[in-house]
Structure formats: structure tokens, C-alpha cells
């Protein structure tokens, strides 16, 4: 016993003086940032004797004597120091997030800042800002991802993209480390409602367009990387238009380690799909809730939630349609009387839980949990009826437009009853080890994912009084020599029921350096992941299979007067499927579906240099992709229907090219242009387009102002794409059908007014209250250009001439908006 005590009373005097010592310590943390919010790495933080540095993505935590006067410097070449004084209590938690400025007598030094640093990853960083004050008909990260060169959105109410030659589902996206999902069952832009992204609680956007690093995962096209911020105060937004409105709310507890922002969102598309040229009775409701709360435990762990719940409720009961096309001397139009409607639903659930714990100062582990539900529905039974014919084009008459002498006459009834519900469960570890001017990055990943799926579609075509068969061998008619007994079949028809478990373990392992050769900088990165999955379920074979994905990175900055980077990147990059890969066009699910593979080289330079005595960069990158295991696919509006059988090699190639900066003094802008060129080879019959093969691409994003009225601001975003292919009618051959759309063009302008910002406060009245608050209109296709992605394929039946018809997007739209912060 007197052992125990002489043990005991020394082990509890040293605790209580432990105890004692570190409650004598406060924190402080925050994010370094520029003047055009970027993080800043490697700032020095010194106060007395002691200090730290920045990470890369310009945070820092520091402890500092409790109950004394500490004075902070924060400093980094080129840039004015920052300085702060403060007395903390013991234990208290302390958030300073400063704004480093220019220093103008060492601006001609050059630094490697954050945005840089993000390019020698091949990242471009995109301003949340921006995001939020282009026009665009689909406002969020997408609208600017849209005028990138290599992105292609061709549905200006769709938030889905494509990225050199890829398509919807080859994207991967991140929210603060997170993987986040798309509903399945979408067939077009007027359903989608809200991205999950909500640009009101970005911090910073990046993206990638190929050659990305192993820690990414797997997909064959791109990343997009979000980070949503961590509010330092009380903080509030609003954002109203015809179009919707979002509101935002943000703070922080007294202590500092509590902080929360949490968003709403409200989006109705009537506006554009009322303004279409077919008349309808629309009723969409789109509206989700957004929560991101952090808590510091301690000064090494942070816990983090992410919490999304979104709604889609989509009706629609199409009334009449009258298409004119041809040309002038042989005009064409298409009369449709519609019955029925449509009712969709798409509710998703969503929620992630993510610890960040300092083991040391070279040591980091997080752990990320997550959980994605969507149910969704598509319900329709749509009767159209048409009328081909010659529109009246006698200028004056009272009859104009109207169809006067009928070629064709015949009806289409079209069903559904599909329903989905899926489940995805994923748990990951992932960690970062600084190793003197090395890193190394590690992660593992497990993926449980259980779908129950429903298909049940068909389509009947009336043409003359007859039903029209399907054009297949087994359907021979040799009336009236013969009588046909067979009984009456749809012209398609699609009958399914599916439950799919998709188990996946994945993870990957990147080194990456900083060094010199010679006199210049020098950044290596190679890294390697792998993925296995199996494929199993309710009547189906289960299915095991693995790939390995090597990529590897060079950057290299030469000590020249010209501030250039240059930019090796590739390696493998696997997709393994996911359900909707799997299910083919008759809606039976092929377990032994491979991953498709593309070999990505990229070559890239970025030139930055003043012009008009302003800041300017030039990006260019010359990209080739040799893509195996295809699996081909149908493109319809926004809708993807596979043939799951990996049938196909492919290849695309290109070039893109953006020139940023400041055209005008104080703000940023760009001019992209890209070449693409993508096709595949199906069974060895030769090489046709990719339904994504859109050729030219030129898109500008420009910001201005009225000189002798700074407050009154005008933004333009156009796009220009050249024609996607115009697609193939069921049962057709696609080498039949190498045909073109015409051009995408379309330019969104907008402009407001600021009544309080920045530089315009207010400290008395109603205004006071606002920190911004600006009022604006916009125009949407200000030239109400009619632009196509999708044909309607009609048959003319004394003929048997197939016409192909545009089905067109929005025309102008003109748009009223108001924008506050609190």
C-alpha cells in the first residue's frame, strides 16, 4: 500500500501541474488570404521567440501565452506585413483570418502563391464571387465552369457538363474532401432544379480538366474541387429573382471552436420552360437545405458535418407544339396536340461527418464518413398527335405560320413507370505526411452502394390508323399473301426490375517534391491508385474485378525574366461502373461490365505578365486521350442510356487556350477557345463522332463598369459551341446517322447597380443595416438565338421520308434581381 501511495501522490501532482501549465495557453487560427481571397502558403507568423508558418491552404493554428499581451506579425515576400495585438484568456479559441496586400516596393518579386501553387497541380481556380454575379440561366458553379475552354454544357438549364469528349458521368465532384452524387433517372435540363453545390457558401473552386492526381478518384474526364468556407462572425445573404431566391446564415460561437453556416435554396424553372415553344402547364417545385457545421474538440481535432437535403418536384402537361423548319424555299412544319402529363420526383438525402486530427506537426489523419439516398420517380403517359405539313408563308395574311397543306398525319402515346431508390454507405481514412520538401499522401476507401431499380416504359407509334412494329428480323409481315397473327407490340419497350450491391474498396498512395534543377523550380508528383469492386444482387452472377491506375506529374518554373510555368502530366485513369454503366438498353443488368480506361497525356504552360501595366495570364494546354473498354452509349438531352457491352476503342485530342485578366482595371475577366476532336471505332467498323464531339469551342466572361458611375456594373458571359452529332432514332444504325446539329450560341448579359458595398457604406438610415446590397436585371439569350441538342424523328408515310426536327431550348428571358449581405 505504501508503494501504491508513493506512486500515486507524485503521477497526481504532475498531472495537475500539467493541467495547470497548458490551461495557461490560448489558441489562435484562421486562413491567410490575398487581396483576391486566395490562401496564401508559407506566411510567417511570428510573436516573440516563437512562430509557425501557413499550410497550403493558408491555414495555421498557433498556441500563445494565456493572459499576457502577445503581438502577432504575419509577413510573406512581396506583400505588407500584417500585425494584430491581443489578450486571450486560458483555453480560448481565437479566429483571425487576415487579408495580405500588395506591397508596392517588392512587387517585382515573384512568389509562388496559392493560385500557383494550384496551377503546378494543374488546377484552375475559379472566384466564388464571380460565380455568384455572372448572369447565367443555371446560376452556380457550373454557369462559369461553362466558360472554360474543354467544358461543354450545351443545355442552358441543365447543370451537367462534359469535359473534353467525356461525358455526364466521367465528373467527379468534391465538397470539403467529400464525393457527392447526381440524381439517376434525369432525361432533361427543365427537371434537374439546383446543383448540389451552393455557390453562397463556397470559399474556393477548382478544376481540373485532365491529367488530375492520383489522390482524385476514379473517373476518365475531370474534378471539381469545392471547399465551403468557415464563417469568422454573423454573417446573412439574400439573393431574389424571378428565378428564385437563396438565403444564407453563418456564424460562430464566443469561444471560437463552433461554427455553422447553413443555406436554403428555392429554383422555378417556369420562367424559361413557359417561354418554350411548346405551351404547357408546368408546376416544378426545387428547393434544398444546405448545413455545414465544424467544432475544434481541441487544437488537433476538428470535427466537420456536411448535410444537404433537396427536393425536386417536377409536373408537366405539354399542351400543343408548332415547330417550323426546312428552309425558305421548302419550309416544313410539325403541329402537335398533346394529352396527358408528367409527374417526377426526385428527393435526395445526404450527410457526411469528416475528423481532421493533427497526430504532429508533419502528421495529419481524417477520417470521412458519408451517407447518400435518393428516391426518385418518373411517372408520364404523354398522347401526342401530329400534323407534317407546309406552314403558310404569304406575308400579311391573316393565316401566317399556319399549316395549310398536311404531308403526314399520326400519333405517338409514350408510358412510364420507372422508380429508383438507391443507397450509397461509404467510410474513408486519408492522411498527409510532410517529409522535409516532400510530401506524401495516402487514402483507403470503402464503398457499399444497394440500388433497387424499376423500368417500365413503352412507346407506341400510330401512323394512318396502323400501329407501327419495330424494325426487327422477328417481326416478318407478309400480307396479304400471309395472315399476320402475331399480337400488336409496342414500338419500344423497356420492362425491368433490378436490386444491385455494388461493394467497392479503393485507395491510393502520391509522393509529391519541391526541388531545383539549376537555378530553377522544379515540382515532381507521382502516384498510383487502385479500385475493386464486386458486382452482385438478386438473380445475378456476382462479379469480381480490380484495376490499377499510375499518374504521375512534372512542373517546372525556369529562372527567365518571363514568369512561365510548364506542366507534364497523364497516366491511367479507370471509370468502373457505376449502376446506370451497368444496366443496358433493355434495362437488364450486365454484372461483367469492365472499366473503361483512358491513357491521358497533357502538356500545359502558363505565361503570367502585365499588360496596359495590369496582370495578365496566358494558359494553354494540348491534351490526347487513347480511351479502351468503351462502353458506347445514346445521348439524349441530358439522358445516358448504355449499351453495356465495352464494344468500342476511342481517342480525343485538343488543344485549349484562356487569357486572363484584368481588361478592365479592377476586375477579372477571360476569352477561352478549345478544339476538340473525339470518336470511337464500335465492333471494328470504323471511326464515327462521340455524341460528344463538339469541335470548336469560344467562350468570354467579362466583367465592366461605367467609368463616371463606378456603382452601375455590367457582366456578359457568351458561349459558342460548334454542333454535337444529331443523334440516331431507336433501332437505327448510328453509322447511318452522321449528321450535325447546328451551332450552340448564346450570350447572357447583366447588370446592377450597387447601393452599398464595400466602398459604399452607410451609417445612418434603412441602408446601415446592409453591408451590400445591389439591384440589377439580366437577359438571357439576349439575341434569342434558337438553339438545339436533341431531334424529334418523324416519318413522313407517303414517302417514308424520316425527318430529323429540332427540339429548341429557351429563348430570351428577361430577369429582375436583388442581391443583399448582412
Known sequence: MRLKTTFLLPLLLFIFISGYLTAQTATVRGVILDEQDNPLSGVSIAFGSDGGISNLDGSYVLEIPANESVVLVFSYQGLKNVQLTLTLKPNEDYEFNPRMKVDVEEIG?????????????????ISPEAIRKIPSANSGVTSL????????????????????????DENLVYVNEIEVYRP???????????????????????????????????KLSSVLDITYRKPTGF?????????????????????????????????????????????????????????????????????????????????????????????????????????????????????????????????????????????EQEHYDILAEYRLGTPNTSIGDEDLGEVEFTEGIGAQFTHARNDLDALIINAEHKGGIDIEDSN??????????DIRDRVQEFEIIDSAGFSIRPPLADFINNQPYDPFTAPIEPFSKIRATNRVTIDRMSGYAQWSKRTTAGNSDLWLNAGVRVHNWTVGGNNIKSNNQTVFSPRAQVSLKPDWDMDMLFRLSGGFYHQPPFYRE????????????????????????????NLWKRPFTLNSEVYYKDITDVNTYTLENVRIRYRANNDAVAYAYGVDVRLAGEFVPGTESWVSIGYLKTEENQDDRGYIFRPTDQRLKVGVLFQDYVKVIPDLKLYLNLTYNTGLPGGSPNFADPYNFQTRLRDYRRVDIGTNYVLVGPDKQKDSGFFKHFKELTIGAEIFNIFDVRNSITSTFVRDVDTQQQFAIPNFLTPRVFNVRITTRF
Open 184 to 218: 439517376f433517372l434525369v432525361r432533361s435540363g427543365q427537371q434537374e432544379g439546383l446543383s448540389f453545390v451552393n455557390s453562397d457558401l463556397t470559399r474556393s473552386v477548382d478544376f481540373s480538366s485532365g491529367g488530375f492526381q492520383a489522390k482524385y478518384g476514379d
Open 145 to 168: 465552369l461553362n466558360s472554360l475552354p474543354g467544358v461543354f454544357i450545351n443545355d442552358e438549364l441543365s447543370t451537367q457538363y462534359s469535359v473534353r469528349g467525356g461525358n455526364f
Open 235 to 375: 454573417e446573412a445573404s439574400a439573393d431574389l429573382s424571378l428565378l428564385g431566391a437563396n438565403v444564407s446564415v453563418g456564424g460562430i460561437s464566443k469561444n471560437g471552436r463552433l461554427t455553422g453556416l447553413v443555406g436554403l435554396r428555392y429554383r422555378d424553372n417556369s420562367l424559361f420552360v413557359n417561354s418554350k415553344q411548346t405551351e404547357v402547364d408546368f408546376f416544378p417545385v426545387f428547393a434544398d437545405a444546405q448545413a455545414y457545421l465544424t467544432y475544434k474538440v481541441s487544437n488537433k481535432l476538428e470535427l466537420g458535418f456536411l448535410g444537404n437535403l433537396a427536393i425536386n418536384d417536377y409536373t408537366y402537361q405539354p399542351l400543343v407544339r408548332q415547330t417550323n423548319f426546312g428552309t425558305l424555299a421548302d419550309p416544313i412544319a410539325l403541329l402537335i396536340f398533346y394529352e396527358g402529363q408528367e409527374k417526377d420526383r426526385y428527393d435526395t438525402y445526404f450527410g457526411a461527418l469528416k475528423a481532421s486530427y493533427e497526430v504532429s506537426d508533419n502528421y495529419t489523419a481524417k477520417f470521412i464518413a458519408s451517407v447518400y439516398q435518393t428516391q
Open 440 to 449: 506524401i499522401e495516402y487514402g483507403i476507401k470503402y464503398t457499399h452502394e
Open 582 to 609: 451497368l444496366r443496358d438498353r433493355t434495362g437488364t443488368v450486365i454484372p461483367t461490365v469492365k472499366a473503361q480506361q483512358s491513357v491521358h497525356i497533357v502538356f500545359g504552360n502558363d505565361y503570367s505578365f
Open 109 to 125: 518579386v515573384v512568389v509562388v502563391d496559392a493560385k500557383r501553387r494550384k496551377r503546378v497541380e494543374g488546377l484552375t481556380p
